[in-house]
């Protein structure tokens, strides 16, 4: 049964291969008009895609990546507004701070531009009472994806369709930002390694409200070698796991998404520690009384701006031509074994943030006795 399963889905891979473009009705190329107005319209920012993601799992439950985004891209727009925060400014020139950004955003940005598309002919698609997923190809969606959402618009099996999600999408981006040469010298080469190896820049969280004691917590997962498609992938996967793998905890995720607006500052989840107004006076170099973990700060809280009040919106190219799907081959990723994460990132989390903070303070030191 299970072998079976993987010999037709191979099958219908090739076919989607070797499928010609369909000749679209007027009513057809008036539907993929109106899913790009809307794409564009929703793409503007991190602030409007991470919601754009959070109002569509409301209304589709069943589109279990929806969730799985919205969360990411929140993690996102906590990166991003990081880079203008409390600490990285002391760490890293306006130069290093723009790249990063830019590479953040290019990749948030291009990610919302082919998937949702694909989310939105999902709910034409339920609207009309067919499936219209042949309209994928006119959307410049890969390939790869058309028989996946035919097979989950029979058989209503979110798993699947998330893991063909998380593959797509890592694979759009690949050679579009992960390995463009714009990024490569600037992004993969320098500030990545200072932001992910040096200062931990690298979790993942997924913050809820506990039931009994009705404290914010958070779990997650760590990245580790981002350049490797495969184990973005396997990241990705890790985390569905640990987002869909227990009930009450997913239950209490989506009512804190629910109750709590995306702004991107770290203040979303953490106000006793994270202010988006900035407390700590001009030349002062802010200190943590206590553990981070213990959200009691005495002092000046760490500085963790909205969004809007960090960068502007970003006019983006349009996005590179062409398919990366190829070969059958990735189905492989469909069921390779992947780690299994625990989810306890809070200790961890908070450890890093102690660890900019003594970095920041060691620069400014350093700084001010040359």
């Known amino acids: 049964m299970f072998s079976s399963k993987w010999r037709y889905l191979k099958k219908e891979l090739k076919a989607s291969l070797k499928a010609e473009t369909e000749?679209?009705?007027?009513?057809?190329?008036m539907l993929v008009y109106e899913i790009r107005r809307l794409t564009q319209q929703e793409n503007r920012n991190n602030i409007t895609r991470t919601m754009a993601y959070l109002n569509?799992?409301?209304?589709?439950p069943e589109v279990h990546w929806a969730l799985l985004a919205h969360l990411v891209s929140r993690n996102a727009g906590w990166n991003m507004t990081d880079l203008k925060g409390e600490y990285f400014p002391k760490l890293l020139t306006e130069?290093?701070?723009?790249?990063?950004?830019?590479?953040?955003?290019?990749?948030?940005?291009l990610i919302f531009q082919d998937a949702f598309p694909q989310l939105l002919l999902y709910d034409a698609s339920l609207k009309s009472g067919r499936s219209l997923f042949h309209l994928l190809d006119e959307l410049n969606v890969s390939r790869f994806m058309r028989p996946f959402w035919e097979r989950f618009w029979k058989?209503?099996?979110?798993?699947?369709?998330?893991?063909a999600l998380i593959i797509n999408e890592q694979h759009y981006i690949e050679e579009r930002v992960v390995k463009n040469p714009a990024y490569m010298e600037t992004m993969m080469d320098k500030v990545m390694f200072k932001?992910?190896?040096?200062?931990?820049?690298?979790?993942?969280?997924?913050?809820?409200?506990?039931?009994?004691?009705?404290?914010?917590?958070?779990v997650g997962g760590t990245v580790h070698h981002f350049s490797a498609v495969d184990e973005r992938i396997y990241l990705g996967r890790s985390l569905y796991e640990l987002l869909y793998g227990v009930r009450s905890r997913l239950n209490q995720i989506i009512n804190?998404?629910?109750?709590?607006?995306h702004t991107g500052s770290r203040k979303d989840f953490?106000?006793?520690?994270?202010?988006?107004?900035?407390?700590?006076?001009?030349?002062?170099?802010?200190?943590?009384?206590?553990?981070?973990?213990?959200?009691?700060q005495k002092g000046p809280k760490i500085y963790s701006p909205r969004l809007e009040n960090a960068w502007e919106d970003w006019p983006h190219r349009d996005a590179e031509e062409g398919d990366w799907f190829s070969n059958v081959h990735v189905l492989h990723l469909m069921k390779a074994g992947m780690k299994e994460f625990r989810g306890d990132i809070e200790p961890i989390y908070c450890?890093?943030?102690?660890?900019i903070e003594l970095a920041s303070q060691a620069k400014n030191t350093l700084f001010h006795n040359k």
């Open 56 to 60: 569509y799992f409301e209304k589709h």
């Open 195 to 218: 932001l992910q190896d040096v200062l931990a820049m690298n979790h993942i969280l997924f913050p809820y409200v506990t039931s009994i004691q009705q404290k914010t917590k958070i």
């Open 351 to 355: 450890r890093t943030l102690e660890e």
């Open 23 to 29: 000749d679209l009705s007027n009513d057809e190329r």
């Open 155 to 163: 058989n209503g099996h979110s798993e699947e369709l998330t893991k």
């Open 256 to 261: 804190w998404c629910s109750s709590h607006a």
């Open 95 to 109: 130069k290093e701070a723009e790249d990063f950004f830019l590479f953040l955003e290019r990749g948030n940005w």
């Open 270 to 296: 953490w106000p006793q520690l994270f202010n988006n107004v900035n407390e700590t006076r001009p030349g002062q170099i802010h200190e943590m009384a206590v553990n981070p973990c213990s959200r009691q």
